[in-house]
């Protein structure tokens, strides 16, 4: 043994190596245990917390499985899942959708002793398809009927999954299944509803083929039976104007007593004549026309002996033998301006309808700030209701085209029962008292001469009946024979109105307007009356669209032609496409339209309107503000429907539709427009409205 250095080493000395030795091992092993009880209270911490986060997440599952659950029974379904070679496990749903108890455990042969029996082998065939041959990948979805324990029959839908092993082999299958017999249901249903919409449409679709050939058949019929009306509405019209105008020519002629109260009783015979061909002919169109006025100063005694003679001839040679008595109460004005052929209008039918339903008729004329007249027809058979007052107002034929005439003149019909089963109707007209001043003689043109017109009429007896009415007003008269004779003579002379018939040979009026519209001379502005049979809304528009400024029905009434050469020749600035500045219809009936103390506001406020949007509109040009400019124009184009004023219409067209309307002519004529419309509308205000 060799001596180490350590045993050369004093015994105190080594002694003292020895303790510092153990106590620095005594340190190192309080250091370990130290370190080793500070990593156990670690572990012991990190266990605490690992059991708390268990806990939690077993509260958290528990919770997510009870939401599951929950939204299993809300959504009708069940989840299964099974392992190889254990059972099978699926959710409490399962057992509410089979309809079992809870508590009763689900397997696959319960399962398939469930499964209806046309179904178990469809069902058999699928598992088998599933299990053996399909691929881990894919989702199997089939559907089958259930016979649940208590006996009803429900549809259910699954969709499974199953998963395999490295080497192929089934390991696990999961999925989910629900109650779709509702759904089922439901789908049949909209699918019922669906065939039936397509039967439907195909039926519908049938039925608007036959629809439309039975309306294409239809229009064919209509167009026949309105061409068919249009030529007899001509036919009677035809020889009808002639008639009267003839007798209103033989009227101004001077003859003896005796032979004037048979010429009056023709003209009353040949008026009421006119009046039935046009209800016929308003029955037969299923239409109502409007009622134009064209008052003159009247003799309301002379019109009531006038009828009074006349229904004593016409009763005299009826059967029905009913008399008719006319009495004047207080006195009535000398004239009064009124329409005097429609207010006989209106008392035939009255009058014609009191002998005819009820025998004798007693007429009452009073004065009362207008004409009131009232009419007993004795003998009436039954109490009329106010329901009965309603329906024979507007049934009877007699008494609805009387309705229209009364109404026109602002007045109303009251038909009333009194307790001796009378009948009796109140006309309260506003007819005004006339000043002899309005009486007018002959007309004068624009330069305050003899004016010339042109008349192209076919028929001798029409021509020869307008050229009367022409010299009576005081015109010299040239006449053409068809539309290219008037053509002709339009162009190759300054008429001041030309009156066209519409239906004339070689070419027709509205024909001939269009050639005298084309035509670049100064003549192609001359204002062109249409004078026509027919009387259709339709037609007349049509006319006016083809250039013609007015148009004038058969049998054409001295009052009614002379305010439509009134207005024609009326000063106007610079002409326009339809030489006229106003349709005179619709210029009277926006006025008719109100009561009379409103009409001269109306004017007013129409004159008011053309000067403030014409000022905005030059300011709009003078700006270069387009949109401003055309807002302006859109305004005078509604005030200018409002009164039929068609020059300005076409006037404003002209500027919308111009590629530069704020420069230079179209700006300048809606100018001119304006101002001629500004002065003409005053002027026929007082020529045809005001002391109406």
Request: charged fraction near 25%.
């Amino acid at each position: 043994m060799t001596d180490t250095p350590f045993d050369d080493i004093p015994l105190e000395k080594r002694a003292q190596i020895l303790e510092r030795r153990l106590a620095r091992a005594q340190a190192a092993l309080a250091d370990a245990e130290t370190a080793l009880e500070g990593r156990m209270h670690e572990l012991d911490q990190a266990n605490r917390d690992l059991q708390r986060r268990e806990s939690e997440l077993a509260e958290r599952l528990d919770i997510e499985s009870a939401k599951l659950l929950a939204a299993q029974r809300v959504g009708g379904f069940a989840t299964i899942y099974a392992e190889r070679g254990k059972p099978y496990h699926s959710s409490v749903q399962l057992n509410r959708i089979l309809g079992v108890a809870e508590d009763v455990t689900i397997d696959p042969e319960y399962l398939i002793s469930l499964i209806h029996p046309l179904d178990r082998g469809r069902i058999s065939r699928s598992s088998v398809q599933f299990f053996e041959q399909m691929s881990a990948d894919t989702d199997h979805s089939f559907e089958h009927r259930i016979v649940r324990p208590d006996g009803e029959l429900r549809w259910l839908s699954w969709k499974l999954r199953k998963e395999v092993g490295a080497d192929g082999t089934f390991q696990s299958v999961s999925g989910s299944v629900r109650d779709i017999t509702e759904s089922r249901a439901n789908q049949r249903a909209v699918r019922a509803l669906q065939l039936r919409a397509e039967r439907r449409v195909i039926e519908l679709d049938r039925l608007s083929r036959t629809l439309a050939k039975s309306q294409a058949q239809a229009e064919t019929a209509l167009k026949a039976r309105t061409d068919f009306l249009s030529y007899m509405a001509h036919q009677f019209r035809t020889p009808l104007n002639t008639l009267t105008g003839m007798m209103d020519l033989l009227s101004i002629e001077e003859r003896s007593a005796e032979d004037g109260q048979k010429l009056a009783f023709a003209t009353r015979a040949a008026e009421r004549l006119g009046s039935l061909v046009n209800e016929v002919i308003d029955e037969a169109e299923g239409r109502s026309t409007d009622v134009t006025l064209f008052p003159n100063p009247t003799d309301l005694e002379q019109l009531a002996e006038q009828t009074q003679d006349y229904w004593d001839r016409a009763s005299s040679e009826s059967e029905d033998g009913g008399v008719l008595t006319i009495a004047i109460d207080g006195a009535l004005p000398t004239k009064a301006f009124v329409d005097a052929s429609r207010l006989r209008e209106a008392l035939d039918n009255l009058i014609g309808y009191g002998l005819s339903a009820a025998g004798d008729v007693k007429l009452d004329m009073t004065w009362k700030d207008g004409l009131c007249i009232s009419m007993i027809a004795g003998r009436l058979a039954a109490d009329i209701d106010a329901q009965g007052k309603k329906e024979l107002a507007a049934t009877e034929p007699q008494l609805r085209r009387a309705g229209r005439i009364i109404a026109a003149m602002q007045g109303v019909i009251d038909i009333s029962a009194s307790p001796a089963a009378t009948l009796v109707v109140s006309l309260p007209l506003q007819v005004h008292e006339a000043d002899d001043a309005k009486e007018t003689g002959f007309l004068r043109n624009k330069a305050g001469d003899q004016p010339t017109i042109l008349i192209a009429e076919d028929t001798e007896s029409n021509r020869y009946v307008i050229t009367g009415f022409c010299e009576r007003l005081g015109c010299r008269v040239e006449t053409a024979v068809n539309g290219l004779e008037a053509v002709e003579a339009a162009l190759s002379q300054q008429f001041d109105a030309i009156l066209m018939d519409v239906q004339m040979p070689v070419m027709t009026g509205e024909e001939a307007v269009r050639h005298i519209r084309a035509s670049d001379l100064p003549q192609s502005r001359t204002p062109v009356i249409g004078v026509t049979a027919h009387s259709l809304q339709a037609e007349r528009d049509r006319l006016l669209a083809s250039g013609m400024s007015a148009c004038l029905a058969k049998p054409i009434q001295l009052a009614e032609l002379r305010a439509a050469l009134t207005t024609a020749m009326m000063p106007q600035d610079g002409g326009n496409e339809t030489g006229s500045l106003f349709d005179l219809r619709r210029f009277r009936e926006a006025f008719e339209a109100l009561p009379v103390q409103f009409r001269e506001k109306f004017l007013a406020a129409v004159r008011e309107d053309l000067l403030n949007y014409g000022s905005k509109l030059e300011a709009a040009v003078a700006e270069k503000d387009t949109d401003a400019a055309d807002r302006q124009a859109h305004a005078l184009k509604g005030i200018a429907g409002n009164i039929g004023a068609i020059g300005l219409l076409a006037a404003i067209a002209t500027f919308r539709e111009a590629s530069a309307p704020l420069d230079g002519e179209p700006f300048a004529l809606l100018k001119q427009k304006i101002a001629a419309t500004l002065e003409a509308c005053g002027d026929l205000f007082e020529a045809m409205i005001k002391d109406q």
